[in-house]
C-alpha cells in the first residue's frame, strides 16, 4: 500500500487557520489526479485542494467544519487501492488488505455508493439558483436540469427531498463550495409561528465584522458629498461604446472613468492616497485601488494595481475578471492584499446614497450610487440631467476637510468632462 498525504495548501502570512467546507469524495471512493476534493475557507477566500495522486480516499483526517492550518494532513491516499474502490471489504474472498478498510482508526474508509452524477447544465443552475440535490430522475440518480428546475418550482426539495425542511424551517440552499443559507421567509414558504433560522457566520463575514469595527474604532471617520452630471460621460460612452467593444473585446462600462477620476484626485491631494502607521503618515507614490466586488460569500475587495500606468480598456478587463472570480470564489489571497484607496459601487443594487466605511489600513474611500434623472437648476432654469451622488469617507485625523472636499470635487470635475482624463488637466 502506497499512502500519499493530502495536506492544506500553504496560507498567506495574514492567515493563521482556515476552516474546511465540504468533502467532495467518500471514504473508499477512487479519486484521480488533481480532482478537487475539498475547498478551503480563509478570511479572505476560498482554496481548492486537489488530489496530489490518483488512487482511493483510504482516510479523511479532518471532517466537514474542522480547522486547519498550512501544510496540516487532512486526508490520505492510497494510490494502489484501486480495487477497493470497487469492492466491498466484507465481499472479498481473499481477505486481501486492499479490499478491507486502510487504517484500523478508519472504519468509514469502506466503501460506500458513491454521489449520482450531476449534469453539467445542472450543476451550473444550482450554483446559480443555492438549490442542492442529492439525487435526481435521470439513469443511475443523475441530476439533470429538469430536477434543479423542478425543485426550484417547489421551493428548493428534489426527488430525494434532499432541501427540504428541517424542524419546520424553510429549506436552507447551499451553492455549490459557498456555505452561504439562502433562507426565505416568504408568503410561499407558508410558515407556520414566529420560525428563526440560526447560522454561524463565514470566516469571511466574521473577518469583514472584524474590520469595520476596527475601522469605526480607530479612524476618525468623516463623509464629504457631491454630485455629478453624468450626461457627459453617457454621451461618450454612446458615441464609442460600440468601437472600444470591437477593439479590446470588453464594454466600456463607467467604472473606469471613476478608476480614472479618483487616480486624478489622489495625484492632486496625495494625503488621499496615504495611511497611517503609528504616529507616521505614509505616501504612496502607487495607486492601488480597491475595488468592492459582492460575491456568494460576501464583500470581497480585489486591487488594481498601478492603475495610473493602465488604459480604459485594461481596467474594464480586469474588472470584469474580478467579478468572474468573486462570484466563482476564485480570487487569490494576493489579489486581495494591500491598496492604497477603494471604491464602493452601491448604485448596482439601486442606492441612492450611503456613507462609506474605510478599508484600513487606507485612508479613504469614495462610494458610488445610482444614476438617476433629477430636477437640478443650470442658468437660472430647472431641467432634467442624470445626476449620481458620490460620497467620500475619510480619516479627518490626517486628512483635513479641505483636501477631502476638493479632492472629490476633481473627481465631479472630470466625470462631468471626461475628456479631461484623456488630456490629465
Given amino acids: 500500500m502506497a499512502i500519499v498525504d493530502v495536506k492544506v495548501p500553504q496560507l498567506s502570512e495574514s492567515v493563521a487557520e482556515a476552516t474546511l467546507l465540504q468533502w467532495k469524495k467518500k471514504s473508499g471512493e477512487p479519486i484521480a489526479a488533481d480532482e478537487i476534493l475539498i475547498e478551503i475557507e480563509t478570511d479572505k ?62 472504519p468509514s474508509a469502506v466503501v460506500r455508493p ?97 474590520r469595520l469595527l476596527q475601522s469605526q474604532a480607530t479612524n476618525a471617520i468623516l463623509t464629504t458629498f457631491n454630485e455629478v452630471n453624468m450626461a457627459p460621460l453617457m454621451a461618450m460612452r454612446k458615441q464609442y461604446g460600440e468601437r472600444f467593444e470591437k477593439e479590446h473585446g470588453v464594454k466600456l462600462g463607467f467604472m473606469s472613468f471613476f478608476v480614472k477620476a479618483a487616480v486624478a484626485a489622489l495625484k492632486k491631494y496625495p494625503v488621499l492616497n496615504a495611511s497611517v502607521d503609528g504616529n507616521d503618515i505614509v505616501y504612496h507614490g502607487y495607486f492601488d485601488i480597491g475595488i468592492a466586488v459582492g460575491s456568494p460569500r460576501g464583500l470581497v475587495v480585489p486591487i488594481l494595481r498601478n492603475v495610473d500606468q493602465m488604459t480604459f480598456a485594461d481596467i474594464e478587463k480586469k474588472i470584469s475578471e474580478f467579478g468572474i472570480k468573486a462570484r466563482d470564489g476564485k480570487i487569490s489571497i494576493e489579489e486581495l492584499t494591500g491598496g492604497t484607496f477603494s471604491i464602493s459601487n452601491g448604485g448596482v443594487f439601486g442606492s441612492m446614497l450611503s456613507t462609506p466605511i474605510i478599508n484600513p489600513p487606507q485612508s479613504a474611500i469614495l462610494g458610488i450610487h445610482a444614476t438617476k434623472d433629477r430636477a437640478v437648476v443650470e442658468n437660472g432654469q430647472i431641467v432634467v440631467r442624470p445626476m449620481n451622488y458620490l460620497a467620500m469617507s475619510y480619516d479627518h485625523r490626517i486628512i483635513d476637510g479641505r483636501e477631502a472636499v476638493l479632492g472629490l470635487v476633481t473627481m465631479k470635475e472630470a466625470l462631468e468632462d471626461p475628456s479631461r482624463l484623456l488630456l490629465e488637466v
Fill in 45 to 106: 477566500v476560498v482554496l481548492e485542494v486537489p488530489a496530489p495522486s490518483s488512487g482511493v480516499l483510504a482516510e479523511i483526517v479532518k471532517s466537514d467544519g474542522g480547522t486547519v492550518v498550512s501544510g496540516e494532513v487532512i486526508a490520505r491516499i492510497d494510490t494502489e487501492g484501486k480495487a477497493a474502490a470497487a469492492v466491498p471489504a466484507k465481499a472479498s474472498a481473499s481477505g486481501s488488505p486492499a479490499a478491507a478498510a486502510p487504517t484500523p482508526a478508519a
Fill in 114 to 210: 458513491g454521489a449520482p452524477i450531476t449534469m453539467p447544465s445542472a450543476a451550473k443552475l444550482m450554483a446559480e439558483t443555492g438549490v442542492s440535490l442529492s439525487q435526481g430522475t435521470g439513469k443511475d440518480g443523475r441530476i439533470t436540469k429538469a430536477d434543479v428546475m423542478a425543485a426550484q418550482k417547489s421551493g428548493g426539495s428534489g426527488p430525494s427531498g434532499a432541501a427540504g425542511q428541517s424542524s419546520g424551517l424553510p429549506a436552507v440552499a447551499v451553492s455549490a463550495g459557498l456555505p452561504q443559507p439562502a433562507i426565505s421567509f416568504g408568503p410561499e414558504a407558508q410558515l407556520e409561528g414566529r420560525p428563526e433560522q440560526r447560522v454561524p457566520m463565514s470566516r469571511l463575514r466574521a473577518r469583514i465584522a472584524e
